[in-house]
């Protein structure tokens, strides 16, 4: 151990290294004053130092402080007259180890007091390092901490706490927080002091900041009784919490004013209805209450034929993948009529997978069903009658697949059902050179034309054509064009009538005896159809009517 001594008197000096040197203690370093202490401490470490306070060149407390400002880590025992017990206990408030009387040191009491000086310093030190590493805890957390004295005044705050409220030297609470130039008023801080029991409180900043406030006491130096306060930032919190409120209000709301029913149903613990919107009423002639008060109501509801759509509820699988499921079934009213009803519905599970609740939102679709059967109804009547026809019918949808074809079709065209089912595009049934026209067409239709028969020459599955006329017109449903739906003429035989009877006006052109053709209009009148360059001297071609 190496020691310290700071003694101008030359006798005490000896006398003391002597004691130390009986004690087998190490190298003892001696100096006169406090020059030389400042001098051997700038550049050499000591265990401990023995000091008297009255040097040539500095006196009292001083000494001490200043060897202390030197080397803080070094345990300082004081060595005092017996007249010096006012300075002793000033040098142990400022923090001196102990206090020696010159006149009364041994061996044994100074070994002890240095032993026990040297292990208080080092409990001090490992306590400051703790505090220091508390301090630097208190310092990273997002929340402000302070300490709050009988007094107002606040001994310590963390660095949150300065960044929000600034320097809070010799700054009382009140004034920091409040800018009150004296106590606030039933001081829920200073109350946890008088009680002794913690509080929680919420407190508002001028800047509108809300925070959470826990205060407790806290014990401080001397006993003096502390208040720890910790303020938690909440703001955020408080606003989601408004925005949840008011969501919840807007959902009660659309809720309540909704033509549809939404409901919420507890599986677990106990089974029953948590939420059904007022909208139940008028589907089933049963209040919400009702609902609440009687679990199995809707057995009573749902149709007999239905009921297995109902335990799809309680059937579901633990842990089974949740989204949104749709049921269709029968509700009847409390006053007879049966419902149809279209229930979109979602399993709610806990954190360990089980089911807890089912959500849903209930449809009635009476009416769009009934649409819906008239709609199929119609359909089948138009394929029924389509079947009949001498003419190819068909239909497609916006991208040009046929979606129906009636048995003409199949055997003009010489597809098949299975050929249908795999995709066959209507352009495909027209000869290559007219698609681009057709293409253009369709498209016209489409977009709300109507342009009447077309003619295009049409392709058969075996690769032979034909002269056919197409009309078409859009289709609609729910006021929305979903394809096309047309009849395909063909006009083969036309062509060819035609054909022949531009084959028999250029004969009878060419006649050289005249010849005329009229039509009887009425039993009495006849007109003149038509007549030969050689029947033109007989008749004047201006008059084309006369009687018989």
């Given amino acids: 151990m190496k020691i310290l001594l700071v003694e101008n008197d030359a ?24 020059a030389d202490a400042m001098a051997v401490l700038s550049h050499s470490d000591f265990d401990a130092a023995l000091v008297n306070l009255r040097l040539p060149d500095s006196q009292g407390i001083d000494t001490l402080v200043a060897i202390q400002r030197a080397m803080p880590a070094m345990p300082v025992i004081v060595l005092t007259g017996a007249e010096d017990q006012e300075t002793s206990d000033e040098a ?32 001090q030190r490992e306590l400051a390092d703790e505090r220091g590493r508390l301090f630097s805890v208190l310092d990273s957390l997002p929340m402000f901490i302070y300490l709050q004295a009988p007094d107002y005044t606040i001994p310590f705050a963390n660095r949150t706490f300065r960044e929000l409220f600034g320097d809070i030297e010799g700054r009382p609470c009140y004034e920091v927080f409040h800018s009150r130039s004296e106590p606030c008023e039933a001081c829920p801080t200073m109350r946890v002091q008088d009680t002794g029991e913690p509080e929680i409180s919420e407190w508002t900043s001028a800047a509108g900041r809300a925070y959470a406030i826990y205060d407790q006491v806290f014990p401080g130096p001397n006993d003096t009784p502390l208040t720890l306060e910790v303020g938690l930032d909440i703001t955020e919190e408080r606003r989601a919490q408004r925005e949840l409120v008011d969501s919840e209000a807007r959902f009660r709301r659309v809720a309540e004013n909704a033509p549809d029913v939404i409901w919420r149903y507890r599986v677990a613990p106990e089974r029953g209805f948590d939420y059904v919107s007022p909208a139940v009423s008028e589907l089933t002639g049963y209040t919400p209450e009702q609902h609440y008060a009687d679990p199995d109501i809707e057995r009573g509801i749902v149709h007999p034929d239905d009921q297995h759509l109902q335990d799809l509820i309680t059937q579901l699988s633990p842990g089974e993948a949740t989204g949104r499921r749709v049921r269709w079934m029968r509700w009847i009213h ?76 199949f055997e003009r065209f010489g597809y098949s059902e299975r050929d249908l089912a795999r995709g066959v595009k209507a352009l495909d049934m027209l000869a290559p050179e007219d698609r681009d026209r057709a293409s253009g067409n369709i498209g016209r239709i489409l977009g709300g034309e109507s342009i009447g028969g077309v003619e295009y020459t049409a392709l058969a599955k075996d690769g032979s054509t034909f002269p056919v006329i197409v009309h078409s017109v859009a289709v609609l449903r729910d006021g929305e064009v979903v394809g096309l739906r047309g009849i395909i003429v063909d006009i083969s035989e036309q062509l060819r009538a035609r054909e022949a009877l531009k084959t028999a006006d250029e004969i009878v052109s060419a006649l050289p005896t005249g010849m005329l053709i009229y039509r009887y209009r009425e039993p009495d009148e006849i007109a003149l159809v038509s007549g030969n360059a050689a029947a033109a001297p007989f008749v004047d071609v201006r008059s084309t009517t006369g009687r018989v």
């Fill in 334 to 409: 409390r006053d007879g009529r049966v419902r149809w009803i279209e229930d979109h519905y979602t399993p709610v599970y806990d954190e360990r997978g089980r089911l807890v609740a089912v959500e849903g939102i209930a449809r009635d679709i009476t009416e769009q069903r009934a649409a819906q059967e008239a709609l199929a109804e119609s359909e089948r009547r138009f394929r029924e009658q389509s079947e009949l026809l001498p003419e190819v019918v068909y239909e497609c949808d916006v991208s040009g697949r046929i979606t129906f074809a009636n048995r003409v079709a």
């Fill in 92 to 123: 142990i408030r400022v923090g001196a180890q102990d206090y020696l009387a010159k006149g009364a040191l041994s061996v044994e009491l100074l070994s002890r007091t240095i032993r026990y000086a040297v292990e208080r310093k080092r409990i």
């Fill in 11 to 34: 006798g005490d000096a000896r006398r003391v290294e002597r004691l130390l040197r009986d004690d087998r203690s190490p190298r003892v370093v001696v100096v006169g004053t406090l």
